[in-house]
């Protein structure tokens, strides 16, 4: 049974951990709003990226360029996995790595070679400890104050360059699409070839269709699109991926803080009982040494 000193330390250090999680959950919401609303601001300009590439890429003739078409080859692929640099915000990074990990497993099973990039601290701890022969570099953003287009162009170009050096043949890119406070979708994204959104299911246009002539050619304008493509997309992962951490952050320091709340209930509840029972305990030892005189 702890003394009353010990249960006192308990409820007070409990309080602190308290403190410290409010303050945190704080911090999160008021980053929450700047992060949401850059997310948002992005998908328009995304959205509409791929759409232009879908209208150029319906119209090319086959083979196209290496960034739209691929090299031909499905043996070697890029895992992009986009985490955090720091935890303490729930589920966030370990649902992103457990998609990155069933993804792993699956091309494994297949029989492909995986690389991994991390960029982010945090997936990069976690998916050491199964698959360090396969990371070939980390990108930390710890210095990253807030999030340009800059660094994802620089992230962009890389991955780009690595795919012309014939290092890989498919690069998927893994990060966490922002829903609302509760809820952030883990999302895999194919960044080479381009994925372009399908019309399958699009009603059929019936009469004639209307042509496009493009000025310069197709295959110039692909060939500055595509590149920026993948630098935009990036970019849009990684401001869904700051909203999603402080969402996520905001909602575990919140949860946290009703803990410490009911651990601070239960623990005092025990230290009024147990001080109460010494109080009686030594009312009855001065009551029997009073009856024995």
Wanted: charged residues 25%.
């Amino acid at each position: 049974m702890p003394s009353l000193k010990d249960l006192r330390n308990r409820i007070s250090s409990v309080k602190a951990t308290q403190k410290i999680t409010k303050a945190m959950q704080m911090v999160a919401a008021a980053k929450l709003r700047r992060a949401q609303s850059a997310a948002e601001a992005a998908r328009p300009y995304a959205e509409r990226m791929e759409s232009v590439l879908a209208n150029l890429a319906s119209s090319v003739t086959a083979g196209g360029p290496p960034l739209l078409a691929g090299n031909g080859k499905d043996e070697t692929h890029l895992l992009v996995v986009a985490t955090a640099e720091r935890g303490l915000c729930g589920a966030f990074n370990s649902s992103i790595v457990r998609l990155a990990r069933e993804h792993i497993a699956r091309l494994q099973d297949q029989g492909k070679t995986v690389k991994i990039l991390c960029v982010g601290k945090k997936g990069f701890e976690q998916l050491r400890r199964q698959y360090e022969r396969n990371i070939i570099e980390v990108i930390e953003l710890r210095g990253v104050k807030q999030m340009g287009f800059d660094t994802a162009d620089e992230i962009g170009k890389k991955i780009i360059r690595m795919f012309e050096e014939g290092d890989f043949d498919v690069a998927t890119l893994f990060f966490s699409r922002f829903k609302s406070v509760i809820a952030q979708i883990p999302t895999a994204q194919q960044l080479i070839p381009a994925q372009i959104p399908s019309n399958e299911n699009a009603a059929p246009i019936e009469g004639p269709q209307a042509s496009y002539e493009y000025e310069p050619g197709q295959d110039e304008i692909l060939s500055t699109l595509l590149p920026r493509n993948i630098s935009v997309q990036v970019f849009r992962a990684l401001l869904e991926n700051a909203a999603s951490e402080q969402g996520a952050r905001m909602s575990a320091m919140d949860n946290a803080t009703r803990n410490a709340g009911d651990m601070i209930k239960k623990q005092t509840t025990i230290y009024n009982r147990s001080r109460q029972a010494m109080i009686t305990k030594e009312l009855i030892e001065i009551i029997s040494g009073a009856e024995a005189l």
